[in-house]
């Protein structure tokens, strides 16, 4: 491996360690509220750390075709030790404000997505909802009041028809009435037996 290599190699690890730095902190800023002790803490920090070797790996697969030396690791140390005493102060007010900015860029867009759609489409189906309960409540009452003019003369003449008919006749038609409606309630007696 040539000088030029083994230095590109060098600045390339050594700024893999600073990204593994920075990647470790942002990691542990975003799931700072995850259950540490259950099953899933140890797929986020085996996918964590996989995915980080893979990028370091590639990295140096560009840089020299992957050939490890012991220098790689130990430029990886030394980039990860320059990123906690140099850079990690600095790095974590940048992302506290990368997170606030996002933030409120989401929070901006959901209140946007709202105003926009949801509360027009909410606001439509409310008004679409009134409007058929009005409609049908004024069906309702007008079918009501029909059938009431309708049926009225009817009911007239009824009254009429029975105050003309003679009491004996009056006796066994309310006796007869009063056959069916025991009829009926041991009907439905008994359906509410088979029920249960």
Not at 59 to 82: K, M, S
Not at 129 to 153: D, E, G, I, R
């Amino acid at each position: 491996m040539t000088l030029t290599a083994q230095f590109m190699t060098m600045v390339a690890m050594i700024s893999g360690g600073i990204y593994i730095g920075a990647a470790v902190d942002t990691f542990e800023r975003l799931f700072y509220k995850r259950n540490k002790k259950s099953w899933l803490e140890l797929v986020w920090q085996l996918t964590f750390w996989v995915t980080q070797a893979a990028l370091l790996f590639f990295l140096l697969f560009i840089v020299n075709y992957g050939e490890l030396r012991l220098y790689v690791f130990v430029a990886i140390l030394c980039g990860y030790a320059a990123y906690r005493g140099l850079l990690q102060t600095s790095y974590k007010k940048i992302l506290e404000h990368i997170i606030r900015v996002v933030t409120k860029l989401v929070t901006f867009f959901w209140r946007l997505f709202n105003a926009v759609i949801i509360w027009p489409i909410r606001t439509i189906i409310l008004l679409i909802t009134s409007l058929l309960f009005a409609v049908y409540k004024v069906f309702y009452k007008s079918t009501h009041l029909l059938f009431l003019v309708v049926l009225y003369p009817f009911l007239l003449v009824f009254r009429v028809i029975w105050k003309l008919l003679p009491e004996s006749l009056k006796k066994n038609l309310n006796k007869t009435a009063g056959f069916w409606i025991k009829i009926k309630n041991t009907i439905n007696k008994w359906k509410d037996r088979t029920r249960k």
